[in-house]
């Protein structure tokens, strides 16, 4: 079974840091982009930030310079760093990934289970 795990959600303050990260686990052949999107309640989902295998990344402006994505290719996980948070930051944060695995090498859209993050004033 290939999933993806996420872990560091919590309780921030604000102006403080979390960091979260997201390790796919399976018979994997190859990961393509990753990413982290966030729903706030009542809200729909948004882009946080996404980085291909090769690096480039890109970065929603509501979190330019405050967060950072990075990916360890090897241990095919997906970090985002979170820096100066902001009480509007509070969401679950779910992680996402195009995965080809080895059975068959079919492409799956793959997502977390979702990491609550408070941030508190």
């Known amino acids: 079974q290939v999933q993806l795990v996420e872990s560091g959600g919590g309780v921030g303050q604000t102006g403080g840091s979390l960091r979260l990260s997201c390790a796919a686990s399976?018979?994997?052949?190859?990961?393509?982009?990753m990413g982290w999107y966030r729903q706030a309640e009542g809200k729909m989902r948004e882009l946080v930030a996404t980085?291909?295998?090769?690096?480039?990344?890109r970065t929603a402006d509501s979190v330019k310079g405050r967060f950072t994505i990075s990916r360890d290719n090897a241990k095919n996980t997906v970090y985002l760093q979170m820096n100066s948070l902001k009480p509007e930051d509070t969401a679950v944060y779910y992680c996402n990934a195009g995965v080809v695995i080895e059975v068959a090498r079919r492409a799956l859209d793959l997502w977390g289970q979702g990491t609550l993050v408070t941030v508190s004033s």
């Open positions: 980085i291909t295998r090769d690096g480039t990344i």
């Open positions: 399976g018979t994997i052949f190859s990961i393509g982009a």
